[in-house]
């Protein structure tokens, strides 16, 4: 099955625009159309920014929602370690997205898509 290691901001833009195409890729996932490749790390970040109070006030989908995404990430998405060491990009926050995909040998990173808030 192919796997794809996806971006904090595209999961979190999947609750604020949930007609866009990061809602839609979340849908695939939770489809089963492809495995959502997370490591703890990255798997806390995503807890911690969708049910952060700044971004409540924006969410565009009902808080059950929500709490179902959590959840099937939690249950649904490969786990990884995500301690593989990458220097290979700007922002050492994101180490961790490209360690993922190391690790699952995930040939996809999706960082953005067109309508990402």
Known sequence: MLRAVVDTNVLVSAILSPK???AQ?????????FQLVLSPSI????????????IRPFWRVPE??????????????????????VQAVRDPD?????????????PYLVTSLPDTF
């Open 20 to 22: 866009g195409l990061p």
């Open 64 to 85: 059950e929602d929500v709490l179902t995404l959590l959840t099937d990430l939690e249950r649904s998405a490969l786990l990884v370690p995500g301690l593989t060491p």
């Open 94 to 106: 994101d180490e961790k997205f490209l360690a993922a995909a190391l690790e699952a040998a995930a």
């Open 25 to 33: 890729l979340v849908r695939a996932f939770q489809a089963g159309a």
């Open 43 to 54: 798997l806390e970040e995503v807890r911690r920014v969708c049910v952060a109070p700044e």
